[in-house]
């Protein structure tokens, strides 16, 4: 390459180089195939070589013999059967036994003067029951600079063929046909058929203008020129050998040389940057979708707070209500009590105090655990459907992408890697506080977690008593100490007046507690509420947390990369047309 360089190849040259890197450090900061990048990395080296003319084609369709016509010599091995097994390459030297330079590549040596500037490249055929012949051939193909084409006169592209052609094509390469086997022609008719049939097959399935197409009998060829060193004329008028000939030899010398060797990286990039903004494009959609499906659940979970304190309300309405059915019992127990006829009774501290539990206090400890029982139940069962409904939501989610295609079936790439971990450490804790979550249990504690904070709260020790128990102790003691009075009025000329007065006092201290302790009720259940309700919502945005972090690098890793591969797109369009303009087609 470097004989025929120019000052304007040369800065070309510079160019793609410089955009190749830049694509390769694009493609590796936002986690690109390691296939790709390890063909850009290559590709920096290629632009250094000699052009590569690579022959393709399905075994038995005279590529090999093509080649031995080409130096006039019988350098590769020929055949009925599969003769090539790797790929060989042909380059300027003295001829001699081939010399392995790598896995599955042969490297032969032929002192014919075309070679000092191309390397002309064997593969193996394409339809070869041995599938790694074929993805030899296949990982061959980028590095090509032409490719021609070899199929047969007698079974022109088959479906096989169709298949490799369009591999070929996704690299953006230069396509010459090659159609072998003229000699064995039933009538020139059948030339004009097959000459037909493959311009529109071709046009049609892969696109782009008429192909270029040589008619040849290789053997032919190679039979006349081993039969004299002038090279003998070949007699068959429609053997268009000699044409193919010149067009290797001579038209590949210079201008259309240099114009394939420089489209060939930008054919690559184009080829890398096509696919490689797809799955960028593919990856954002299913951040996106990730990230949709993460704002659902912190809405859930809004919603979830939200409507939990709206409504845990009417669990302290009934503590409330509890409590105001205990002020009306109080009130007209009070009433009826504290006359002056029940003097003996009043006496009696005991008898006051079980008569006031029996007919006053009643079951309304036994009613306040209750609906506290049924608060702290609501509660957990609420944050068991959330998980559950989140559970659910994840595993929709995924099936959605897979059977988009946004998904492959196992993470094939960083980006799915990545974020198929992740996502199991989101689900892991969302299924295992499913499979292990028991309801009662989790209700227990939370409501022994409420009994120790109301017992705490109003002086009473917790293992004495139970939660509805402060009731008994606050209405049963200091509350009804009538006795004191009675003592001191009983005798007294005007205590008709002052027991009504004191009644009257107790009723009111009564009250008093009574709205002090639902006030202090109130506010504790709503802290300890409160308490675990910002728990729970914790818990769940521990879990998330990680993963939004992980999305949101992401979106900027892609957004910044999609930005450089689409401009990068466009430069590999403006330099292809800067090489076309400079380095016109031949005619």
Known sequence: MEQVLTRQQGELVAL?????????????????????????????????????????????????????????????????????????????????????????????????????????????????????????????????????????????????????????????????????????RNSDEQLDRVREYLTREVTSRLGGVAPTMYFISALQALRGKLASTAGAPIPDPRNEYPALERYVLETLRETERVRLKLLTPLGVLRHLLKGNVAALEGRLVVVHEDARVLRSIRDQLDAYTAEMRTDSERYLIEVRNVLYELERRGRSWFERTIRIGNANFLRNKEAVENRFRAEVVQDTPQAIENVVHRMVDWTVQRNLKLWSTVFAELDAHTARLRESGALAAHGDTEFQYNREELFARLREPIERRLSDFDAEREARQITESVKEAVMSAFGVNVLAIGLGGILVAAFTTAALDVTGVLTATIFAIAGWLIIPARRKQLIKDFETKIAKLNEDLAALLRAKFEEQLTRYERQLLEVVAPYERFLETERTKLDKGLDELRQAEGEVVALEQRVEKTFPASS
């Open 16 to 184: 793609e180089r410089k955009l190749v890197i830049r694509v390769r450090d694009v493609l590796a900061n936002s986690d690109g195939p390691r296939a790709d990048l390890e063909r850009l990395a290559s590709l920096v080296h290629e632009m250094d070589e000699l052009f590569l003319l690579v022959v393709v084609g399905e075994y038995n369709s005279g590529k090999s013999t093509f080649i031995n016509a080409l130096l006039g010599d019988e350098v590769f091995a020929m055949g009925d059967l599969p003769t090539t097994r790797a790929i060989s390459i042909l380059r300027y030297g003295e001829a001699g036994p081939p010399e392995a330079i790598g896995e599955n590549t042969n490297l032969y040596h032929y002192p014919l003067d075309v070679l000092h500037d191309l390397d002309i490249v064997d593969t193996p055929g394409t339809n070869s029951i041995e599938r790694m012949e074929e993805a030899i051939t296949r990982q061959f193909v980028p590095r090509a600079d032409l490719v021609l084409f070899v199929t047969s006169l007698l079974q022109p592209l088959t479906a096989s063929e169709l298949d490799f052609l369009a591999h070929i094509r996704e690299w953006g390469k230069k396509v010459v046909f090659v159609v072998n086997g003229v000699d064995r």
